[in-house]
Nanobody, 123 residues
Framework: QVQLVESGGGLVQTGGSLRLSCSPS????????MGWFRQPPGKEREFVAF????????DYAGSVKGRFSISRDKAKNMVYLQMSSLKPEDTAVYYC????????????????WGQGTQVTVSS
């Protein structure tokens, strides 16, 4: 059983930065597409970014493009989400997920999920 563990969330002021980390335990996920999703208060879970297994392809939601950057360190079996120029509307629980199939935005295609880490951006 694969478990994903997120870390790095917290409280930050508008315009600040945070880096989220995701580490799978149980097995390596070097061949999986890794994604980040978020669920704002009272809203549905939404796509943020994904990165292909090679790291050569990435995709971002329009609302975060240019401010967030997803990366992976296959040697360390880690995935990161660097978030900059944070806005209050970025406040959400952020989830790391792994997908053994195609690189897609649809969260239902992701096989493994973390517990989530809270990011709160104060105005």
């Amino acid at each position: 059983q694969v478990q994903l563990v997120e870390s790095g969330g917290g409280l930050v002021q508008t315009g600040g930065s945070l880096r989220l980390s995701c580490s799978p335990s149980g097995r390596t996920l070097s061949s999986a597409v890794m994604g980040w999703f978020r669920q704002p208060p009272g809203k549905e879970r939404e796509f943020v970014a994904f990165i292909s297994w090679s790291g050569g392809a990435t995709d971002y939601a329009g609302s975060v493009k240019g401010r967030f950057s997803i990366s992976r360190d296959k040697a360390k079996n880690m995935v990161y989400l660097q978030m900059s120029s944070l806005k209050p509307e970025d406040t959400a629980v952020y989830y790391c997920a792994a997908n053994k199939g195609l690189a897609v935005r649809n969260p239902t295609r992701y096989d493994y999920w973390g517990q989530g880490t809270q990011v709160t951006v104060s105005s």
